[in-house]
């Protein structure tokens, strides 16, 4: 993606205000999200400050005060010499006034080249909207402006603009979310996750990219995805995979690697359906989905518990629920506190 590209996808008066220190906290969030979505952002904000403060040392600069300096040279000359200096002082101002001038207008327009390059190519401004999810909350079906629909996992946030512009409809994820995406073949949907993007004509799949995550991960429910590695190196080819229903694609943040394998977990939608499947998996696997599934801590007391193995099947059951039946099926004690479950069994709490 080439500079002009990403510089047509935002708001640089809202940049020049943010350095400004005139941009509100909501504001704030909106150029910092964009400065970090990409090494490519960090660099032409970078490069757009340095500008900025270019023009600024050259007014800086032109602070000296001529007067104070020329009376003092004054007071050590004689009347003659004074009046020749006086001549040539003038011939001097006269040309000073003319290159101070022709700077100012250099750097006007120098201004109104980025204003040209800023504004034209993108005369409207960019409105952004984000929706976040709370920690211990998932947001349900939030409709996108071209009729997409989202489902956001806890602790996630989605940007987008208010309406989709160009020739394609970009969103940046951070977290995880389910993508319905409202199919249009001109106008390709691509999602910014972390280091991987993400580009359908019309499908449904799920997204996980949280900050601190070693991997994102795009699994498909229908339809076609291509995922993409963002490489920042131009002499070095960025690595793509596509996926089709059932199929995973991982991409390891630290070195970039992007592999495609077949989705061997039913629940990667539990967060969302909570239609939870266990085909005979050892117990602290059907502990850490109930756990991402419904934002829960729960304890196993005993080391060996772990490793037992459990088959069940519960459609949108709570999760109180599903634990008595783990606890009847093994003979155990479930004690609850809030929203920490501990698991334990009755030898030990006799």
Not at 330 to 336: A, E, H, I, Q, R
Request: with cysteine.
């Amino acid at each position: 993606m080439g500079k002009m590209e990403n510089i047509e996808k935002f708001d640089w008066e809202l940049v020049t205000k943010y350095l400004s220190n005139e941009t509100s906290s909501q504001e704030n969030d909106e150029v910092e999200t964009w400065i970090y979505q990409s090494d490519k952002n960090q660099a032409e904000f970078e490069q757009y400050k340095n500008m900025l403060n270019k023009v600024d040392s050259y007014y800086q600069a032109k602070k000296f005060d001529n007067e104070t300096a020329w009376k003092s040279v004054h007071t050590q000359l004689s009347p003659a010499k004074v009046r020749s200096i006086q001549l040539q002082k003038r011939r001097k101002e006269v040309i000073a006034q003319f290159y101070k001038y022709a700077a100012i207008v250099v750097i006007a327009l120098l201004l109104g080249s980025v204003a040209y390059y800023l504004g034209f190519r993108n005369p409207e401004k960019a409105y952004y909207s984000e929706v976040i999810s709370a920690k211990d909350q998932v947001l349900n079906e939030y409709v996108l402006p071209d009729g997409s629909v989202v489902t956001l996992n806890n602790d996630s946030k989605l940007l987008f603009p208010k309406k989709f512009k160009g020739n394609t409809r970009e969103v940046t994820i951070i977290g995880e979310a389910f993508f319905d995406v409202q199919r249009n073949p001109e106008k390709p949907f691509v999602i910014n996750a972390g280091n991987a993007q993400v580009k359908v004509l019309g499908t449904s799949f799920n997204v996980s990219a949280y900050p601190d995550a070693e991997t994102v991960e795009v699994i498909v429910e229908t339809g076609k995805v291509q995922v993409i590695s963002k490489n920042d190196n131009p002499e070095m080819e960025s690595r793509e995979v596509f996926l089709s229903p059932g199929e995973k694609g991982t991409l390891h943040v630290l070195n970039r690697e992007l592999m495609k394998t077949v989705n061997s977990d039913p629940n990667f939608l539990a967060w969302k359906t909570h239609d939870l499947i266990f085909n005979t998996v050892p117990l602290h696997e059907v502990v850490e989905c109930l756990e991402k599934a419904y934002h829960i801590d729960i304890d196993v007391m005993e080391p060996e518990l772990n490793d037992l193995l459990y088959e069940g099947h519960f459609d949108q059951k709570p999760v109180d629920f599903v634990l008595n039946v783990i606890r009847l099926t093994f003979d155990l004690d479930l004690s609850v506190e809030g929203k920490h479950y501990t698991l334990m069994s009755r030898t030990n709490n006799q």
